[in-house]
């Protein structure tokens, strides 16, 4: 079935639709897709929207999504989960391009530049899915103007599950805008945990056994030069805050910027 919402010229109607430009599938499990922008909307890199479908009741069924687009971008981007089960995933994984979706323009969340004092060092660490903020934070210029070193972490079971980040890195370096920027100074760090590849090991792993800065030729994290944006599972958000702690950061907000942020990839099931 088309998921072209009721009326979408009538914009007193349906004031939030917008349009599917383009949907990529990644796996069984993830697929990609970007829509026309609101020209009202202006967020910062890093935050989130609710977007959606209308329900079988006719009522908008809404999920929090990640922009994954940069907020100089003239379109939005999303990174989504396929849940066989899920109420919104199972019918939005069907979308195509020229279909809608519902988008409430109003973007809010912890991982953002300004919860973070400045530092040398600013370290992306993400499971599956949670590397859609990253994913743009990784293009927004002030990134760089307010680190001179940036290192994305990314881990999943697989390497197919890397693919989405693996690309979007390797298109930065002819990227027009922050090609120059990103050179030497984004250091990409993927690894698998259930798949033999390069590197591998959980995030939590490779940053309590030194591993990760030795590979990178990096001092081990400390307060005065390091700071992290933390994106996934409860359980993996809750084991890498007690490693951050244990390197000296302390958890920043909005109101108090310090040197960490957290944001739930996704509310497990049974919380
Ligand atoms: P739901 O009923 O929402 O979820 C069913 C179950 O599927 C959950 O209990 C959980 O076990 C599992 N699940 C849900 N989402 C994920 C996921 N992303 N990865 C692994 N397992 C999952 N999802 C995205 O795909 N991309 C995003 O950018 C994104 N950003 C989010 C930002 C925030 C702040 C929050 C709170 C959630 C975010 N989510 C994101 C999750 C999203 O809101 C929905 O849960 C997801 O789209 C599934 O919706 P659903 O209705 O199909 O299933
Ligand atoms: P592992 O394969 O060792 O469980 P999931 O698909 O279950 O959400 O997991 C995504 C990735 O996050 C997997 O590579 C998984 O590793 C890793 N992971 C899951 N939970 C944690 C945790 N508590 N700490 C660190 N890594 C985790």
């Given amino acids: 079935m088309p998921h072209r919402l009721p009326n979408p010229t009538l914009k007193s109607d349906l004031p939030d639709a917008e349009t599917v430009t383009a949907v990529r ?26 977007i959606g479908l209308l329900g079988d009741n006719g009522k908008p069924l809404l999920r929090a999504y990640s922009i994954a687009s940069p907020n100089w971008d003239e379109e939005l981007e999303f990174y989504s989960i396929k849940v066989p089960d899920g109420p919104l995933t ?17 973007p809010v969340g912890t991982l953002v530049l300004d919860a973070l004092l400045p530092g040398k060092r600013l370290w992306f660490l993400a499971t599956g899915t949670g590397i859609a903020p990253f994913a743009s934070l990784m293009r927004d ?16 079971r697989t390497k197919a599950e890397l693919d989405y980040g693996r690309q979007l890195v390797a298109s930065l370096k002819d990227d027009p805008l922050i090609g120059e920027m ?7 760090y993927p690894t698998t945990t259930r798949e033999t590849s390069d590197h ?13 800065f030795a590979d990178l030729g990096l001092p081990a994290m400390g307060r005065a030069d390091d700071r992290a944006m933390v994106c996934g599972s409860l359980a993996f958000n809750h084991d890498v805050k007690a490693v951050l702690e ?10 108090e910027p310090l040197e960490y942020v957290v944001e739930k990839a996704f509310v497990g099931d049974g919380i």
């Avoid at 990644?26 to 929207?49: A, I, N």
């Avoid at 019918?91 to 195509?96: E, S």
């Avoid at 244990?246 to 109101?255: D, K, V």
């Fill in 25 to 50: 599938h990644w796996t069984d499990k993830l697929f990609s897709f970007r829509v026309t922008r609101p020209k009202s909307l202006r967020f910062r890199s890093g935050e989130f929207v609710m």
């Fill in 90 to 106: 199972s019918r939005l994984q069907h979308i195509q391009a020229g279909e809608q979706i519902i988008l409430r323009p109003k």
């Fill in 141 to 156: 210029p002030d990134t760089y103007y307010r680190y001179d070193q940036v290192i994305m972490m990314h881990t999943c």
């Fill in 182 to 188: 990103v050179a030497g100074h984004l250091r990409y």
């Fill in 200 to 212: 591998m090991g959980r995030i939590t792993d490779n940053l309590t056994s030194g591993k990760v």
């Fill in 246 to 255: 244990g390197f000296g950061l302390r958890e920043g907000a909005n109101s």
